[in-house]
């Protein structure tokens, strides 16, 4: 089945170190993006990624890093600069980039992974 | 800038009422707007869209939703609910961009047997 894979599902950090998530699809799709999640609040872009070796900021990019060095893989780092990454991520892919007819902005999202730090 | 309001951050209802959450939107221009549920640990799923065409969408697990553009709204429907509806409800809205898309705060649905 296609789809997206985030791994790990949990995970706990110890302030100071930095941390790596998983981000791998299987859909053959070109854009993928990196969200968090927090209680009570929407959804807020972190980075995206339009095509391989390009990436680019959302609203709160400060304290992470990401790389595209593969269409099926998009990693999230959370630095020590992140002053409160304690929070659930979301990876998202969509089929289309912006502009190409048939774009809808439909995302397809993985299961998640929640940071804690202690 | 374009905006998403979901008023009800919690409702509850009984198996087998009906259903209707609310999703107020501020957009420019004619909007793409969508329905997506959490459950607990989860990531998204998409449970309908709209950009064009009929106002009335239906989508998966007998959901629908009815664009108004005069209320600016896109409000979630369900006839009968199951318990296993209860889940966390996003709305979004969109120019058919994703890197665009902009969330409400969702609302959590809760089914009471």
């Known amino acids: 089945d296609g789809g997206i894979t985030q791994s790990p599902k949990y995970l706990f950090r110890k302030e100071g170190q930095n941390v790596t998530l998983s981000c791998e699809q299987n859909?053959?799709?070109?854009?993928m993006y990196w969200y968090r999640q927090d209680p009570g609040q929407g959804l807020r872009l972190i980075y995206y990624s339009q095509i391989v070796n390009d990436f680019q900021k959302g609203d709160i990019a400060e304290g992470y890093s990401v790389s595209r060095e593969k269409k099926e893989s998009f990693p999230l780092t959370v630095t020590s600069a992140q002053k409160n990454p304690t929070a659930f991520y979301l990876c998202?892919?969509?089929?289309?980039?912006?502009?190409?007819?048939?774009?809808?902005?439909?995302?397809?999202f993985g299961e998640g992974s929640r940071l804690t730090v202690l | 800038a374009q905006s998403v309001t979901q008023p009800d951050i919690h409702i509850t209802v009984s198996e087998g009422a009906s259903l209707e959450l609310r999703c107020n939107y501020s957009?420019?221009?004619?909007?793409?707007l969508f329905w997506y549920v959490q459950s607990p640990g989860q990531g998204l799923q998409l449970l309908l869209k709209?950009?064009?065409?009929?106002?009335l969408v239906q989508g998966i697990k007998g959901f629908e939703a009815e664009f108004k553009r005069s209320q600016s709204s896109f409000n979630l429907r369900k006839p009968s609910v199951h318990w296993s509806d209860a889940a966390e409800y996003f709305c979004a809205v969109g120019p058919g961009t994703a890197s665009k898309l902009t969330f409400g705060t969702g609302t959590r649905l809760q089914v009471t047997l």
């Open positions: 998202a892919s969509s089929a289309h980039l912006p502009g190409l007819a048939g774009g809808t902005g439909e995302l397809f």
């Open positions: 859909l053959n799709h070109d854009a």
């Open positions: 957009y420019g221009a004619t909007p793409y």
């Open positions: 709209y950009f064009s065409g009929d106002t």
